[in-house]
């Protein structure tokens, strides 16, 4: 593939931008050149300054390239594939039959730019039995997950391309993206004199320092903002009456919770001058069309849940949904939500089996998973698989997050890479990269066009490695889930084409029990060999495909996939395999979000009582502004523009600041008198660390901020393991979570800053 340019996407966010690259170098192994694919249905043509640096994850130094097994002197041996497999579904297996299913818990399933992995572990999971997994949505988007569902049975999302304004909650979409080619987009958004750009940040982050109305809330103060914005609307009475009479149920029981609240008083808690919150809720209240994005500022904070039930407030009493410039419902691919719309019929989310922790989206809270393991309890899990995850890095409390994981029966971590949870492994089994295999993610959110993107390999895979189809495949044979009898008539059909393959295969597994939880490894066995090359992994993307245009076949219909029966699926299918910068799958009218509302008789429903205690117990105080001990907020894992999760391993790929400094105020560097590049001692009640800091004038006064994906272990050139600033999840606690979905309190950790003598 030397030379030519290979067409591909970024991994580093959930934007997975079109990328084109040239391979080449040291036994054509490396990127080369990378560039925007301006024929990418999202991103055409965008990239930012990050994905330039993925030779850094195509080649770590510390890629694993063989099976190892843990000795008992806790090195690790290189094992054989076979060997592998086997002792690893044998490992599991014995938990199952001494401890039941459940007793296996699953983590991870993909990360910025694999999702087919998690779809290919279903398997697996089912053949163990096993119930209970989480993932990184636990500790951020479940809350806004279960606001949505008690709302409306689903997710939104918003559309900033035309909004009349456009509002970002915690969220720095400068840095962190989020929206599809986000700074051209929020570029236009500043420079036109009819559009408003509000951020809501305690930092002056580079998106708020565009913003027309940067509101610079106290840190963790959000929930008196939201709720004075949410109040003033109420108050003032510029709420969208007709739009709620025909849309909305509950209505009266949400006014009657804001109408006595006082405005200057929460305002006051706020830190944001009254008159300018005024204006802002003015503003919303008037526009045309208004978009909102809440993120990790809130979603990692005190009141999280509370905060997006506010947040959606905002659109819903003003009636900005449905509409261009407003929030939608995308069509998607697989819906990363999970099921919502029994919390939309009423029904009350599933607890942990342990601490009783409401489960949402089918995900045990990451705060929780130590308790869940560590507890002496007959339900605790006793097992855990680990794919394309980091939980001993990115999970609070890293030390708890270690001694849990330690005490399994078995960890098993599937990775490229060995990583901080990888090193706590009993087996570790090898992935092929995100660019030796067919990979795709389920982040498509767009809206009315959406898209979906199977990316094709760029370099061959070294021997060692396998792609997890191939790897859950062979688990699941080894657990004796299917027999070569079981796909006989399949790959008969399949040999055919997929035309004769379909009603075999709707026939013989989807409406078999026993083999339907089989289907996507069922799919890569039998499928998979017909593919064009290198795209095996591919072949669960044939069942989603056929399940989604059965959900949305207008959306599929008006993207040129009509037909009937199973033609639109084919269709789209075949589409996929043979564009390889994306597919546009759905189109959609702007109305079409309604019929996407999962409640019982189509209406929002607005009242969420469950939320109304903690809304009133505002009134009672304001967010402690910090103690003698701990007198700042540190907010833990802020997005740079060389952050990347732990994505990229080598610290050298970051351009700037290698060691990611914690950034303090002018004022309170000048007050504790220390200048810009010295070390100082951070304290949490968890633990105490060395860091650089920077002085920055984003930062407020009492507010300082980590950057995230740091403090990894990497080898050396010199070939010694060497750990690059700070991690910071060292300095969190499991127990700082919000009481409702367990979403974590990372952006508001008491702390403590002291000169080093
Ligand atoms: N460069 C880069 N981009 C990324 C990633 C990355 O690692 N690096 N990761 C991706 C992932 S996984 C995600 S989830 C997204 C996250 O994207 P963001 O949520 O935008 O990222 P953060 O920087 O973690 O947090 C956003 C903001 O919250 C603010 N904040 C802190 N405390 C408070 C508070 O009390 N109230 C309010 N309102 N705001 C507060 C911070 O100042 C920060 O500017 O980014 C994605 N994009
Ligand atoms: N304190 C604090 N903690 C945080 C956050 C924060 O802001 N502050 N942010 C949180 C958020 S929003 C997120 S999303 C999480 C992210 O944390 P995690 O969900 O743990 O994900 P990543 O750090 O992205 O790690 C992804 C892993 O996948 C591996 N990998 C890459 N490609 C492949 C592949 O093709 N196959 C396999 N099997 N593995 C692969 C990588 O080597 C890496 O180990 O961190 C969370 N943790
Ligand atoms: S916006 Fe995200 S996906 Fe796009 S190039 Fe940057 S890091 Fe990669
Ligand atoms: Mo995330």
């Given at each position: 593939?030397?030379?030519?340019?290979?067409?591909?996407?970024?991994?580093?966010?959930?934007?997975?931008?079109?990328?084109?690259?040239?391979?080449?170098?040291?036994?054509?192994?490396?990127?080369?050149?990378?560039?925007?694919?301006?024929?990418?249905?999202?991103?055409?043509?965008?990239?930012?300054?990050?994905?330039?640096?993925?030779?850094?994850?195509?080649?770590?130094?510390d890629?694993l390239?063989?099976p190892l097994r843990r000795k008992d002197d806790g090195t690790f041996e290189?094992?054989?594939?076979?060997?592998a497999?086997?002792e690893v579904a044998a490992r599991l297996a014995a938990v199952r039959d001494e401890h039941g299913g459940e007793a296996i818990f699953y983590y991870g399933g993909g990360g910025q730019?694999n999702?087919?992995p998690g779809?290919?572990s279903t398997?697996t999971r089912r053949t163990l039995g096993s119930r209970y997994r989480s993932s990184a949505l636990a500790q951020e988007k479940t809350g806004?997950f279960w606001?949505?569902?008690?709302?409306?049975?689903?997710?939104?999302?918003?559309?900033?391309?035309?909004?009349?304004?456009?509002?970002?909650?915690?969220?720095?979409?400068?840095?962190?993206?989020?929206?599809?080619?986000?700074?051209?987009?929020?570029?236009?958004?500043?420079?036109?004199?009819?559009?408003?750009?509000?951020?809501?940040?305690?930092?002056?982050?580079?998106?708020?320092?565009?913003?027309?109305?940067?509101?610079?809330?106290?840190?963790?103060?959000?929930?008196?903002?939201?709720?004075?914005?949410?109040?003033?609307?109420?108050?003032?009475?510029?709420?969208?009456?007709?739009?709620?009479?025909?849309?909305?149920?509950?209505?009266?029981?949400?006014?009657?919770?804001?109408?006595?609240?006082?405005?200057?008083?929460?305002?006051?808690?706020?830190?944001?001058?009254?008159?300018?919150?005024?204006?802002?809720?003015?503003?919303?209240?008037?526009?045309?069309?208004?978009?909102?994005?809440?993120?990790l500022?809130?979603q990692m904070n005190k009141?999280s849940t509370?905060?997006?039930?506010?947040?959606?407030?905002?659109?819903?009493?003003?009636?900005?949904?449905?509409?261009?410039?407003?929030?939608?419902?995308?069509?998607?691919?697989?819906?990363?939500?999970g099921?919502?719309?029994?919390?939309?019929?009423?029904?009350?989310a599933k607890r942990s089996p342990v601490v009783g922790d409401r489960i949402i989206s089918g995900l045990t809270p990451c705060n929780s998973i130590p308790d869940e393991i560590l507890t002496d309890h007959p339900k605790r899990y006793r097992a855990m698989i680990v794919e394309s995850g980091n939980p001993a890095h990115s999970v609070a409390d890293s030390q708890r997050m270690r001694e849990a994981l330690r005490s399994l029966d078995t960890l098993v971590v599937i990775d490229i890479a060995m990583t901080e949870t990888a090193r706590l492994a009993d087996y570790i089994l090898p992935a092929?990269?995100?660019?030796?295999?067919?990979?795709?993610?389920?982040?498509?959110?767009?809206?009315?066009?959406?898209?979906?993107?199977?990316?094709?390999?760029?370099?061959?895979?070294?021997?060692?490695?396998?792609?997890e189809?191939?790897i859950h495949?062979?688990l699941?044979?080894?657990?004796?889930?299917?027999?070569?009898?079981?796909?006989?008539?399949?790959?008969?059909?399949?040999?055919?084409?997929?035309?004769?393959?379909?009603?075999?295969?709707?026939?013989?597994?989807?409406?078999?029990?026993?083999?339907?939880?089989?289907?996507?490894?069922?799919?890569?066995?039998?499928?998979?060999?017909?593919?064009?090359?290198?795209?095996?992994?591919?072949?669960?993307?044939?069942?989603?495909?056929?399940?989604?245009?059965?959900?949305?076949?207008?959306?599929?219909?008006?993207?040129?996939?009509?037909?009937?029966?199973?033609?639109?699926?084919?269709?789209?299918?075949?589409?996929?395999?043979?564009?390889?910068?994306?597919?546009?799958?759905?189109?959609?009218?702007?109305?079409?979000?309604?019929?996407?509302?999962?409640?019982?008789?189509?209406?929002?429903?607005?009242?969420?009582?469950?939320?109304?205690?903690?809304?009133?117990?505002?009134?009672?105080?304001?967010?402690?502004?910090?103690?003698?001990?701990?007198?700042?907020?540190l907010s833990a894992g802020?997005?740079?523009?060389?952050?990347?999760n732990t994505i990229?391993r080598?610290?050298?790929?970051?351009?700037?600041?290698?060691?990611?400094?914690?950034?303090?105020?002018?004022?309170?560097?000048?007050?504790?008198?220390?200048?810009?590049?010295?070390?100082?001692?951070l304290t949490t009640k968890r633990a105490s660390v060395?860091?650089?800091?920077?002085?920055?004038?984003?930062?407020?006064?009492?507010?300082?901020?980590l950057?995230n994906g740091l403090g990894l272990d990497h080898?050396?050139?010199?070939?010694?393991r060497?750990q690059t600033g700070v991690a910071p999840n060292e300095l969190t606690a499991s127990e700082d979570r919000d009481w409702l979905a367990g979403t974590p309190w990372h952006k508001h950790v008491p702390a403590?800053?002291?000169?080093?003598?």
């Open positions: 593939m030397s030379g030519s340019w290979e067409k591909t996407a970024c991994i580093l966010c959930e934007c997975n931008c079109g990328l084109e690259v040239q391979i080449g170098g040291p036994g054509n192994q490396h990127f080369t050149r990378i560039r925007g694919d301006k024929a990418h249905p999202s991103s055409k043509g965008y990239a930012c300054e990050k994905p330039h640096r993925l030779d850094y994850y195509q080649n770590d130094p890629r390239t063989a290189e094992i054989d594939w076979d060997t497999i086997r730019g999702h087919l779809a290919y398997a806004e606001v949505g569902g008690r709302l409306m049975g689903n997710m939104t999302r918003a559309d900033f391309e035309h909004c009349e304004v456009g509002i970002f909650i915690g969220k720095n979409p400068w840095q962190s993206h989020g929206l599809p080619r986000a700074r051209v987009t929020l570029k236009e958004m500043a420079k036109d004199p009819n559009r408003t750009m509000v951020v809501i940040d305690p930092r002056r982050t580079e998106t708020a320092a565009m913003a027309d109305i940067h509101l610079q809330v106290k840190p963790g103060a959000d929930a008196w903002l939201l709720a004075a914005l949410v109040a003033i609307l109420v108050q003032e009475d510029r709420i969208n009456h007709a739009w709620i009479a025909e849309h909305v149920d509950g209505v009266q029981d949400v006014l009657a919770e804001f109408r006595e609240i006082s405005v200057a008083a929460y305002c006051e808690v706020s830190g944001v001058p009254e008159e300018l919150v005024r204006e802002t809720a003015r503003r919303i209240g008037t526009a045309e069309s208004v978009a909102i994005f809440e993120d500022g809130i009141h509370l905060n997006s039930y506010l947040n959606k407030l905002l659109w819903v009493l003003t009636g900005n949904f449905a509409k261009r410039g407003a929030q939608y419902v995308p069509a998607p691919i697989v819906a990363i939500t099921k919502l719309d029994k919390l939309g019929a009423g029904v009350e092929a990269t995100q660019y030796e295999k067919a990979e795709a993610t389920f982040f498509n959110f767009e809206f009315p066009e959406n898209y979906f993107h199977v990316r094709h390999p760029v370099f061959e895979a070294p021997d060692g490695v396998l792609p189809a191939e495949a062979r699941c044979e080894e657990l004796g889930a299917y027999t070569d009898e079981d796909l006989e008539p399949l790959r008969a059909a399949a040999k055919l084409g997929r035309a004769a393959l379909l009603p075999v295969f709707f026939g013989n597994v989807l409406s078999n029990p026993k083999l339907a939880p089989l289907a996507p490894v069922i799919l890569y066995r039998v499928l998979g060999p017909h593919l064009p090359d290198g795209l095996a992994s591919a072949a669960v993307v044939w069942g989603l495909v056929h399940q989604a245009a059965r959900a949305n076949p207008g959306s599929l219909r008006r993207a040129g996939f009509d037909g009937d029966g199973f033609e639109p699926a084919e269709k789209l299918f075949d589409a996929i395999l043979g564009s390889p910068s994306g597919v546009v799958f759905a189109v959609d009218e702007q109305d079409e979000s309604w019929a996407r509302i999962h409640t019982p008789n189509g209406k929002i429903q607005a009242s969420i009582p469950d939320l109304f205690d903690e809304l009133r117990s505002l009134a009672d105080g304001s967010e402690s502004a910090g103690d003698a001990t701990f007198p700042f907020v802020e997005r740079r523009s060389f952050t990347a990229l080598d610290p050298e790929w970051r351009k700037k600041d290698p060691e990611g400094s914690l950034r303090i105020s002018p004022q309170d560097a000048a007050r504790l008198g220390i200048a810009d590049g010295v070390h100082v001692r060395e860091v650089a800091i920077s002085v920055s004038g984003m930062m407020q006064p009492g507010h300082v901020s950057p080898t050396s050139n010199g070939g010694d060497v403590r800053i002291e000169a080093l003598a």
